[in-house]
């Protein structure tokens, strides 16, 4: 533990960015697989081609009527049939209702984080998490740990019931 209350805030926020900034490139990655690659929009019917590639069926049913090459690697493809491609489209409808319910979460989760307080006692720091994209500092009423300039200032907790504040 950090017995350093600025430190330790400090320590926390870089901790919170880093956790976020990992959360982001793995959801980009993601992102990536199940766009179709001649339109670049995340497939709603993915299909197998020739090639091996999947594509979404209407870009690739686009690109085979005026072409009889991959649009990937530019070779002549054997055959025009397309094979849907179930396990990706299962796939995409998950990551999509994720997506969907990260958007529209109502309830924060919280994580409470120990930190030493004034004369060496404990307070407890929550950590309000409402998306990937923000995080709001809230700090139980009494507690000395500082809030970081960048994190806007968190209302007063003294209006909250104790049993809602104690977590």
Known sequence: MIDDPILATRA?????????????????????????????????????????????????EAWLASSGES???????????????????????????YEEDTKSASLPETVAVPSAGRGGQDAMAAIEVENVAQARWTIEAGASVPTPPSIPT???????PRSMSTR
């Not at 959801?27 to 979404?56: L, N, Q, W």
């Not at 990937?72 to 209702?97: A, D, F, M, S, Y």
């Not at 968190?154 to 909250?160: F, N, R, T, Y």
Request: with cysteine; net charge negative.
């Open 12 to 60: 926390l926020q870089e901790a919170i960015r880093d956790q976020l900034e990992e959360m982001e490139r793995k959801r980009a990655a993601v992102e990536r697989g199940i766009r179709c690659p001649i339109s670049d929009k995340v497939m709603d019917h993915p299909v197998f081609a020739a090639d091996g590639y999947t594509y979404e069926r209407e870009a690739i």
């Open 154 to 160: 968190p209302p007063s907790l003294a209006s909250i």
């Open 71 to 97: 649009p990937v690697t530019k070779q002549p493809l054997e055959h025009r049939n397309l094979v849907p491609n179930h396990q990706l489209r299962g796939e995409i409808e998950c990551w999509k209702e």
